[in-house]
């Protein structure tokens, strides 16, 4: 057990599979770890040891445990709730974050939120307001928003896009529907501009 112990820093998310090298009996030693707090059980095999500040125990970020529930850093976290930033008007709130990946799909529930394992062939490394935009249209029918109101709103908001990045974050992750829909907001502009 002594062994196992050395091998947890605070602040670290492990997988059951990462710690079973340093014990002879893992189940037990995880049970025990668990039982005095040393360990707190995020889902099935996978095991955060609490960091404490002055306020008490820090929940894990989101990146790392989801880091080690992937076993792969290839991975891009979206909540719902950022696409009310592009101002489109926008207003519902979600407790939800989507990750988006290439190896898990389905909902898990960690630390008292959801989180949705969607499987994607690409995404980007990181969150641009190009990506968010082509998002959005992406998932449009899943969120509780007025789609119509939504789209109605995309011409004026359009100028303030750099159209060149636009285009191209839609041509690489924009789903036919939201190709189909920004080249004709743009065909549009042109014609009567």
Not at 122 to 127: A, D, H, R, V
Request: proline fraction near 4%; avoid cysteine.
């Amino acid at each position: 057990m002594e062994k196992l112990q050395q091998h947890i820093k605070p602040g670290q998310v492990y997988r059951r599979s990462d710690l079973e090298y340093y014990s002879s009996a893992i189940d037990r030693h995880l049970g025990m770890l668990t039982k005095d707090g040393s360990l707190v059980k995020l889902s099935q095999g996978l095991y955060y040891a609490p960091k404490f500040s002055k306020f008490g125990s820090v929940p894990p970020d989101d990146a790392v445990w989801v880091e080690s529930f992937l076993k792969d850093s290839d991975f891009l976290m979206v909540k719902p709730n950022v696409y009310n930033t592009l101002g489109l008007g926008l207003t519902q709130l979600y407790n939800t974050t989507w990750v988006y990946n290439h190896k898990r799909k389905g909902e898990f529930k960690i630390n008292g939120r959801t989180f949705e394992f969607k499987i994607k062939s690409s995404f980007p490394n990181q969150l641009t307001k190009a990506y968010l935009l082509v998002d959005l249209l992406n998932n449009l029918d899943e969120l509780a928003e007025d789609q119509n109101q939504t789209i109605k709103s995309l011409p004026l908001k359009l100028s303030s896009f750099d159209s060149d990045e636009l285009m191209s974050v839609t041509q690489q992750y924009g789903s036919g529907k939201t190709k189909q829909l920004l080249k004709s907001i743009y065909r549009n502009k042109i014609q009567h501009a």
